[in-house]
C-alpha cells in the first residue's frame, strides 16, 4: 500500500503543475460542448478526493460488508455549482485535500486492507482495490487534462505536426 500513497502523494506536485498557470479562458475551455472544461475537472478532483475515495476506503476498513451510500458525481456538477466555483481556489482546495488524505493514509496502521463491501455495479470492493482505483484515476484525469492542454495549444492556431502525432 505504502508504494501506492507515496505515488498518490507524488502526484499532487503533477496536479499542480499540470493546472497551474492557466488563464481563465483556458479554464472554460471545452474541446466539445458535452465535455467537462478544466474547472470542473479541478473541482470534480476536489470532490471525488473527500467524497468519493477518502470515504470509501474509509468505510471498507471501517464497516465492511455494509454498503456505502450511493451518489451520483455526475448530478455533483450542477448540485454543487462547478461552474460559479472559483479555479485558483478549488485547485488550491483539491492540494490541500490531498495532503490531508495521504497524511490519513500514512496514519493507518496494519490496516484491514481486504475489508470490503458488495458495490452495486462494481460487486466486491475492498478496501485495497478502492485505493488502486484512486490511483487510477489520477492517472485518467493527467490523461484528459495533458490532452485539455494540447487542445488549447492546438486550438490557438498553426500546425502542431512537427512535434509529432498526438
Not at 465535455?35 to 476498513?61: A, G, M, Q, S, T
Not at 493514509?105 to 488502486?132: I, T, V
Request: charged share 30%; aromatic share 14%.
Amino acid at each position: 500500500m505504502e508504494r501506492i500513497i507515496t505515488q498518490l502523494a507524488k502526484n499532487k506536485e503533477v496536479f499542480r503543475n499540470l493546472l497551474s498557470n492557466v488563464s481563465e479562458e483556458q479554464q472554460l475551455w471545452r474541446p466539445a460542448p458535452e465535455k467537462w472544461c478544466l474547472l470542473e475537472i479541478v473541482c470534480h478532483l476536489y470532490d471525488e478526493e473527500l467524497d468519493d475515495f477518502r470515504f470509501r476506503v474509509k468505510w471498507c476498513l471501517e464497516r465492511p460488508g455494509e454498503p456505502a451510500p450511493r451518489f451520483d458525481q455526475i448530478a455533483w456538477v450542477t448540485e454543487r455549482k462547478y461552474m460559479e466555483q472559483d479555479y485558483h481556489e478549488m485547485l488550491g482546495k483539491f492540494l490541500e485535500v490531498r495532503d490531508a488524505s495521504v497524511a490519513w493514509l500514512r496514519s493507518l496502521k496494519d490496516a484491514p486492507w481486504q475489508n470490503s463491501f458488495q458495490h452495486k455495479r462494481f460487486g466486491e470492493m475492498s478496501a485495497e482495490l478502492f485505493l488502486r482505483n484512486w490511483l487510477a484515476h489520477d492517472y485518467l484525469h493527467m490523461r484528459q487534462i495533458l490532452r485539455y492542454r494540447f487542445g488549447i495549444l492546438d486550438n490557438e492556431g498553426g500546425s502542431l505536426d512537427y512535434a509529432g502525432r498526438w
